[in-house]
């Protein structure tokens, strides 16, 4: 049996061993799922001006991912209503285990870790009541399920983390869905989006709904500021003759959400769809993609005065990039954008999925 001071000697040892860090993957500045040209499913790495890092193989489509905040780790999520989330070492390619949804429930394509990296929690939809259920999972006992907290509405889609602390922030997108019916609406009498704060034990910290006019806008995507100012996408559910604000700013004990819109004939251009959302890396602006519309639309992140609309067709993925931002299109293109300038990158060989994860 090892003396005591041999036992002590080891774990100094080990804590001394250096943890992989995500340059050991490449440094990449963002992750995206993507269907490659032979039929396959990726998650790729990116550098920030949209060349490839590492591409990985994925069993089916992918939707977002959950980048670990320390080591090179990613958790890729399947497609609504996925049941699977591959934990893949992105430095070594080796992916190190997989999160089944639990009987009755499904994935809703996003999850966020915990600041410190123990933990990592998903949306989930329970199957028997359509009620939104944020899952627990131990990150350092090879992912185990340690239990789940209720979402404080029905549809979770996206989930954060507030910058700095582990209060997490809901984009309860409003929608009750059953993979029975496919990706049909069984609410929308009644649909109500919120977005909702929560602490890391369930506790509501606060939590918004739209005005009656934008009952049917469903909450899904999320962009937080450093700062903690809070940008979310809608996907409007109602008449399509209706072409309501489709961004969305806030802050926990804000009161009101500010509501963003184009002027008049852009916004109906958006024709009711905003696919994601971003921040710019300086924090100055804020936009949303359309994949229907094909354009991206900026704003003043202070104002919230409309600055103007990128064409650009099939566009859907976003994030922060230096003085502005980078996008994704399903057509395989990577865009930075600062101001009225455009850089294209292309990849042949990929097809871009729905979101760009930030790194930064």
């Not at 804590?15 to 990726?42: E, I, K, Q």
């Amino acid at each position: 049996m090892p003396s005591r001071r041999a036992f002590l000697a080891g774990i100094l040892a080990a804590a001394s061993v250096p943890r992989a860090s995500w340059a050991d993957a490449g440094d990449p500045g963002y992750l995206s799922a993507a269907r490659a040209t032979d039929g396959t499913y990726r998650l790729c790495g990116l550098t920030p001006d949209g060349h490839l890092v590492f591409s990985l193989p994925l069993p089916g489509r992918g939707h977002a991912a959950a980048a670990h905040p320390h080591h090179p780790q990613a958790v890729a999520f399947a497609r609504r209503p996925g049941t699977f989330a591959d934990v893949i070492d992105c430095a070594t390619g080796v992916h190190t285990a997989r999160l089944a949804a639990p009987p009755g429930r499904h994935f809703y394509g996003h999850g966020s870790f915990s600041a410190d990296g123990a933990r990592l929690y998903t949306t989930e939809n329970d199957l028997e009541t359509l009620e939104g259920r944020i899952g627990i999972w131990d990150a350092g006992s090879g992912y185990a399920r340690i239990g789940d907290i209720p979402s404080g509405g029905i549809g979770p889609h996206d989930l954060r983390r507030l910058p700095g602390s582990d209060t997490l922030i809901v984009a309860n997108g409003g929608t009750a869905t059953h993979p029975d019916s496919g990706r049909a609406k069984l609410n929308l009498p009644t649909m109500r989006a919120n977005l909702t704060y929560l602490d890391d034990r369930g506790a509501v910290l606060d939590q918004i709904a739209l005005p009656d006019a934008q009952r049917l806008n469903s909450i899904r995507h999320l962009s937080i500021r450093p700062d903690g100012v809070v940008a979310a996408a809608m996907q409007w559910q109602g008449a399509e003759t209706i072409h309501p604000p489709l961004l969305l700013l806030h802050r926990l004990g804000g009161g009101a959400p500010r509501l963003l819109e184009a002027p008049g004939e852009i916004q109906r251009g958006l024709r009711g769809y905003a696919g994601s959302v971003s921040f710019s890396g300086n924090g100055a602006e804020v936009a949303i993609t359309s994949p229907r519309g094909g354009a991206i639309h900026r704003f003043d992140g202070e104002s919230g005065v409309f600055l103007g609309a990128v064409a650009v067709a099939d566009v859907c993925g976003l994030g922060p990039a230096p003085g502005g931002f980078v996008a994704s299109t399903g057509g395989g293109d990577i865009l930075t954008i600062a101001g009225g300038s455009v850089v294209r990158t292309r990849h042949d060989a990929l097809q871009w999925d729905n979101h760009l994860v930030s790194l930064a």
